[in-house]
């Protein structure tokens, strides 16, 4: 199968390095690259639209416009997988700006090149079915489990709601550490290495990602009111003996 990849940058290029060891993979991206992926052809517009699989690894915030580019190239029966980190967004858009005759699924590899140092085995991967034959849902399934990934099915929905509280919340954390402007410490004990890690990691990942994500998913804005309330209450402990 020749599986197509629409954005070759930070992670498109490590999503195409994986999918080069299974596919044979073209990729696209829309500013011109120094280097190529491992296994990875690089080709205009049209020709990637002739894949029987586009996976679109672009910006959240870019989705759209690589949508509206993307859609007259499109054949019938071509499968398109978008990665994003949300999931409500995307779809609605796929579904409003693809044919009818594009099937569309959507995924969300919960890793990346840093959470994947060790390699990829045991880590999740998000797929939201959305208008597909069952086979081929079920084709994308077994792939993901061939490459040794734990894949878990969510409506788009279930997704935005839950990963508001597990990556909104981490990415929220890891860049209010970054403010702060926190160092290594000679005497920094195992819980204060513990937070550079995570601020080391989530601020590896583009800035954009880090906005995307808190603009595009519909419960980060319930997450952070709530956060930002937990704060004010352990606070308030400080301020009144009372509730010690």
Same mark, same amino acid.
């Given at each position: 199968?020749? &599986?197509?990849?629409?954005?070759?940058?930070?992670?498109? =290029?490590?999503w =195409?390095?994986?999918? =080069?060891?299974?596919?044979?993979v073209?990729g696209?991206n829309?500013?011109?690259r120094?280097?190529v992926?491992?296994?990875?052809t690089? &080709?205009?517009?049209?020709?990637?639209?002739?894949?029987?699989?586009?996976?679109?690894?672009?910006a959240? +915030?870019?989705?759209?416009?690589?949508? %509206?580019?993307?859609s007259?190239?499109?054949?019938?029966g071509?499968?398109?997988?978008?990665?994003?980190?949300?999931k409500?967004?995307?779809?609605?858009?796929?579904k409003?700006?693809?044919p009818?005759?594009?099937?569309?699924?959507? +995924?969300?590899?919960?890793?990346?090149? #840093?959470?994947?140092?060790?390699?990829?085995?045991?880590?999740?991967?998000?797929?939201s079915?959305?208008?597909a034959?069952? +086979?081929? %849902?079920?084709y994308?399934?077994?792939?993901?489990r061939?490459?040794?990934?734990?894949?878990?099915?969510?409506?788009?929905?279930?997704?935005?709601?839950?990963? =508001?509280?597990t990556?909104?919340?981490?990415?929220?954390?890891g860049?209010?550490?970054?403010?702060?402007?926190?160092?290594?410490?000679?005497i920094?004990?195992?819980?204060?290495?513990?937070?550079?890690?995570?601020?080391?990691?989530?601020?590896?990942d583009?800035?954009?990602?880090? &906005? #995307?994500?808190?603009?595009?998913?519909?419960?980060?804005?319930?997450?952070?009111?709530?956060?930002?309330?937990?704060?004010d209450?352990?606070?308030?402990?400080?301020s009144?003996?009372?509730?010690?």
């Amino acid at each position: 199968m020749v &599986v197509g990849v629409y954005g070759l940058g930070r992670f498109g =290029a490590f999503w =195409a390095t994986l999918l =080069a060891r299974r596919f044979t993979v073209i990729g696209h991206n829309r500013t011109p690259r120094g280097t190529v992926p491992d296994g990875v052809t690089l &080709v205009g517009l049209d020709q990637l639209a002739e894949a029987e699989t586009i996976f679109l690894c672009t910006a959240i +915030s870019a989705t759209e416009a690589v949508l %509206n580019e993307l859609s007259p190239l499109l054949k019938s029966g071509t499968t398109v997988i978008d990665t994003c980190s949300v999931k409500m967004y995307p779809v609605e858009l796929m579904k409003r700006i693809l044919p009818e005759s594009v099937h569309i699924l959507g +995924s969300h590899p919960m890793f990346g090149p #840093d959470s994947a140092g060790n390699g990829i085995r045991g880590l999740p991967i998000i797929l939201s079915p959305v208008r597909a034959p069952d +086979s081929v %849902n079920l084709y994308w399934e077994n792939q993901f489990r061939d490459m040794q990934l734990t894949v878990h099915t969510m409506t788009p929905e279930a997704h935005d709601r839950e990963a =508001a509280y597990t990556q909104g919340i981490t990415h929220f954390i890891g860049r209010v550490l970054k403010d702060l402007e926190l160092k290594p410490s000679a005497i920094g004990t195992l819980g204060y290495r513990k937070l550079l890690e995570v601020m080391e990691q989530t601020c590896n990942d583009p800035w954009q990602l880090f &906005v #995307d994500l808190q603009r595009f998913n519909p419960y980060t804005g319930e997450m952070r009111s709530q956060l930002r309330g937990a704060v004010d209450r352990i606070v308030e402990h400080f301020s009144d003996p009372a509730r010690g």
